[in-house]
């Protein structure tokens, strides 16, 4: 992957799997500190310590369709080679939290790339699920709550291309305005 934002899409997917009801997405930079920070955390069906041990080798994988897991050993690579540090943390029936720090002008950091695309795609595909996200940069801050939207929109589905425009359009709006001349 070469963009922080799909390694995002990748590890909320795994949430997606666990059977989450609520994923909670949280990318924050401060420039005075020279952080940036990505959490994801969810209250899926969580992991055994040793599996938690297990996750962060490319060649262990609960798929059956392939026999390698690249998403947490590459998000992990990403932020050490960038200076930054990684954690996991899971309880069986509790849920998973994946916290990467970079350094926020490392040479070696991902691009964070697409940001709005990754949210609106994950809100949109699994309407079933819930979504937390927020987007802080330095005091300025952005948050999106699925659960909101949904009192609001009643049954109206996520997918309505109203509705799917509106929520990418947003997204877009507040990003681009909480932002502004910083580049993460």
């Known amino acids: 992957m070469t963009e922080l934002s799909l390694n995002i899409l990748d590890i909320a997917e795994n949430s997606?799997?666990?059977g989450a009801p609520l994923t909670e997405i949280t990318v924050k930079?401060?420039?005075a500190q020279n952080l940036l920070e990505i959490i994801i955390k969810d209250n899926g069906c969580g992991m055994t310590k040793?599996?938690?041990?297990?996750?962060?080798?490319?060649?262990?994988?609960?798929?059956?369709t392939r026999k390698v897991g690249?998403?947490?050993?590459f998000f992990k690579e990403s932020a050490e080679a960038a200076g930054?540090?990684?954690?996991?943390?899971s309880e069986v029936g509790v849920g998973t939290t994946v916290k990467a720090s970079y350094e926020l002008d490392n040479i070696d950091r991902m691009p964070m790339g697409d940001l709005t695309a990754t949210i609106h795609t994950l809100v949109t595909m699994h309407e079933d699920m819930d979504f937390l996200f927020t987007y802080k940069v330095n005091e300025n801050e952005?948050?999106?709550?699925t659960r909101e939207l949904r009192e609001i929109l009643g049954d109206i589905s996520f997918k309505e291309y109203e509705v799917s425009q509106y929520i990418k359009d947003y997204l877009k709006e507040n990003i681009t305005s909480v932002t502004g001349?910083?580049?993460?």
């Open 50 to 64: 040793e599996q938690v041990d297990k996750v962060i080798d490319p060649f262990y994988t609960t798929r059956t």
């Open 181 to 184: 001349e910083i580049i993460i």
């Open 16 to 18: 997606v799997k666990a």
């Open 142 to 145: 952005f948050v999106l709550d």
């Open 84 to 89: 930054g540090s990684f954690f996991i943390d």
């Open 70 to 73: 690249l998403g947490i050993p």
């Open 29 to 31: 930079a401060e420039t």
